[in-house]
């Protein structure tokens, strides 16, 4: 398995200096805070997607490329956070077949395996998107940076990728780990200071506005009673 494919990288390598650049500071943004936008990210990517795929095929079906674009553009993105559970079903699914196919040969149970993984993807739906985030910032983050220094000739980018293969799979996924750990320790602190602010306000609120307390009834006696009721009758 190659996380950074070398010729892929040579293709970013040939591109203008400024494109790698914003693409590791969206690397960045996607490794610290992907998790907490992935909607925002989920349907601009599947909208581009959409988008993409209508320019592509759109003559094959008759129809204006730019219309069948726009269309399918905007149906992908409205439907892009209702089909986020089926593919995160479907991923996971697979993912679980596949490693357990891999850890035991032996044990023939493909359909148990994705059962099992798309329901563990589904129920951990927040931790898979932060998991898929902090992973596709790793790769822009080492695709950009390799790709300006082999652009700028400090070294040769691609060349290394080609014989580093097994050291920038492990860098790739250990950052990967670190940025899922530092997504969920800053979502953390974040609800923190939210319950925080939120205790705050309704302290100063209740100080400023005391609850209301209705002023204690004298005493009344038993003989006072009869006597009351007749006094409201006669009135």
Request: proline share 6%; glycine share 12%.
């Amino acid at each position: 398995m190659v996380v950074v494919a070398p010729d892929i990288l040579d293709e970013v390598r040939q591109l203008p200096w400024y494109l790698p650049a914003l693409g590791a500071a969206l690397g960045l943004v996607l490794w610290l805070f992907g998790g907490r936008q992935h909607r925002f990210w989920l349907v601009l990517l599947t909208t581009v997607i959409g988008g993409v795929v209508g320019l592509r095929f759109g003559p094959d079906c008759d129809m204006q490329p730019l219309v069948a674009g726009l269309l399918l553009a905007v149906t992908a993105g409205a439907l892009a956070l209702a089909l986020a559970r089926v593919l995160l079903f479907l991923l996971g699914g697979a993912a679980s077949v596949w490693l357990g196919h891999t850890a035991a040969p032996a044990w023939d149970a493909p359909a148990l395996c994705f059962l099992i993984g798309g329901l563990l993807g589904v129920l951990l739906y927040r931790v898979w998107v932060t998991a898929l985030s902090s992973l596709a910032g790793t790769l822009l983050l080492a695709y950009s940076i390799l790709g300006l220094l082999g652009g700028a000739g400090v070294c040769d980018a691609v060349g290394w990728a080609g014989d580093q293969t097994a050291l920038l799979n492990w860098a790739c996924g250990s950052f990967a780990v670190v940025g899922l750990l530092t997504q969920l320790l800053l979502e953390r602190r974040r609800v923190r200071r939210k319950l925080a602010k939120e205790k705050a306000r309704k302290e100063a609120e209740e100080a400023e506005w005391p609850p209301y307390t209705r002023p204690p009834h004298p005493p009344r006696h038993w003989w006072e009673w009869g006597h009351k009721k007749s006094g409201k009758r006669a009135a």
